[in-house]
């Protein structure tokens, strides 16, 4: 990460209660967590993390060999805005760590399966949520979310909707804090819970 010149490594912890002093401390753009260390475990920590309102700048991208269902579905659900296989390669770490820090969702080819399953396998997961909470949303909107929660980039809404790129931006966004999500991670799993897109259904073409 430091042979990146737009990178800066400000800290390192040993531990899940250290990493999150140091996000506390440091104020890092992104905090690279993984799931198994000691003390407190990477998803405990990324629930502190982005359970607290000083803190809501930070992104958190998961690191790890633990690339099940499980993990994804709970690293989402604390509020990790990305989930990588620590097999990726380092350009494309980096290159990571630069997609979350501006506010994007990254998750692996894989970790999206998993994610899928998990709602294919557990269709209410946690708390039910109502479609009523989409009400909120305006039409287009609520489109927008749609085809982010079936993995399309901004690029992609922009050009399916015959929108640019940042008008499509601006909708995402909108939509995050009408809806209380920090990233689109999060609008994602929204999506799925609420019924607005449904495990198994196609991506658009």
Excluded: W
Excluded at 27 to 37: E, F, P
Excluded at 112 to 134: A, D, K, Q, T
Excluded at 154 to 178: G, Q
Aim: net charge negative.
């Amino acid at each position: 990460m430091s042979s990146a010149p737009d990178l800066q490594v400000v800290a390192e912890a040993s531990n899940g209660r250290d990493a999150v002093e140091l996000a506390r401390s440091e104020r890092a753009d992104v905090v690279l967590m993984d799931i198994r260390m000691p003390e407190v475990d990477g998803l405990a920590a990324t629930r502190m993390i982005t359970a607290d309102e000083a803190l809501a700048g930070v992104k958190v991208l998961i690191l790890t060999t633990f690339e099940v269902d499980e993990y994804v579905f709970d690293a989402i659900r604390a509020g990790a805005s990305g989930f990588l296989g620590k097999s990726v390669e380092p350009a494309e770490l980096i290159d990571a760590i630069r997609v979350v820090a501006r506010g994007d969702a990254l998750l692996s080819p894989k970790a999206v399966r998993g994610l899928m399953n998990r709602f294919l396998s557990e269709p209410s997961p946690g708390n039910p949520i109502g479609p009523s909470v989409l009400d909120a949303l305006t039409d287009r909107e609520r489109e927008i979310v749609g085809l982010v929660a079936l993995g399309l980039s901004n690029d992609e809404i922009a050009e399916r909707l015959v929108l640019s790129p940042s008008t499509a931006k601006t909708h995402v966004n909108r939509a995050m804090v009408k809806l209380n999500c920090r990233d689109r991670a999060q609008l994602v799993v929204l999506a799925y819970q609420t019924g607005l897109v449904r495990p198994g259904q196609p991506q658009p073409r």
